[in-house]
């Protein structure tokens, strides 16, 4: 399975957007990027995914480079409930849509 | 949107004894289900896939007689936790996914925190 680095921390202030990026240099032509976000003693929670283009929601952006080697997901005005830790994962429908979790990054949001 | 349930949210059990989780979708029909169990600072690790109505599919280094999983309806997995140890002790995830588009997201319980004293 294709894998994905991050960083494994981050900060951001109150109100100011955040990039957090992510490495994926051997994903296949049918992995999707998915990003998923923990918080504290929670079950993961979708953010965003995409395959080729940018994507945006109420939530993020995701940004895919056009190699798709790497992406970035953007918050766009971080608040304090946005701490928590982001997963950017690869999966595809080959694999039964398995996930294969990373350690994240820890975004930690200052007020 | 869709919503999975989780319970309980914690539990504490002596040694020995079997706790039972319960996984529920609760506005869509669960196609496949998948369990975590996930340790402090780590990241979740996969324990086993269920699809409804067959024998669930235990990730490597993962004891099926040991984690019971059952997947009996659309809307319900459970996993059972038999004869724990304190090392079982952790925070145990169910996710679920319904039928449809491939690549769709994975929707999440709340997670079990159990606790084996």
């Known amino acids: 399975d294709a ?9 951001s202030n109150e109100e100011e957007p955040v990039h957090l990026p ?3 240099s051997t994903i296949s032509g049918t992995d999707y990027i998915h ?16 395959l080729t283009s940018n994507v945006n929601n109420r939530m993020a952006s995701l940004a895919i480079a056009e190699d798709r080697k790497s992406s970035t997901l953007i918050l766009h005005r971080a608040t304090l409930r946005d701490a928590a830790v982001y997963y950017c994962i690869l999966t595809n429908a080959g694999n039964n849509r398995k996930l294969i979790w990373g350690l994240g990054t820890s975004l930690a949001v200052n007020p | 949107g869709a919503v999975v349930s989780q319970h309980p949210s914690w539990v504490i059990c002596k040694s020995g004894t079997s706790v039972k989780i319960e996984c529920r979708s609760l506005d869509f029909q669960a196609t496949t289900m998948f369990w ?3 340790f402090p600072k780590q990241s979740l690790m996969l324990m086993a896939t269920s699809n409804e109505g067959s024998k669930a599919t235990y990730e490597q280094g993962v004891e099926k007689d040991k984690f019971l999983i059952n997947h009996a309806s659309l809307t319900l997995s459970t996993l059972t936790v038999t004869s724990a140890h304190p090392e079982d002790s952790s925070f145990y995830i169910c996710s679920a996914r319904g039928a ?3 690549n769709s997201p994975l929707h999440f319980g709340n997670g079990t925190r159990l606790t084996v004293t």
């Not at chain 1, 990003?35 to 995409?50: A, D, F, K, M, N």
Request: some cysteine; glycine content about 12%; proline content about 9%.
């Open chain 2, 100 to 102: 449809g588009r491939g």
């Open chain 2, 36 to 38: 975590y169990r996930q």
């Open chain 1, 22 to 24: 992510c490495n994926h």
């Open chain 1, 35 to 50: 990003w998923y976000r923990q918080l504290p003693s929670q079950g993961p929670e979708y953010v965003i995914h995409g």
């Open chain 1, 3 to 11: 894998k994905t680095t991050q960083p494994n921390s981050m900060e």
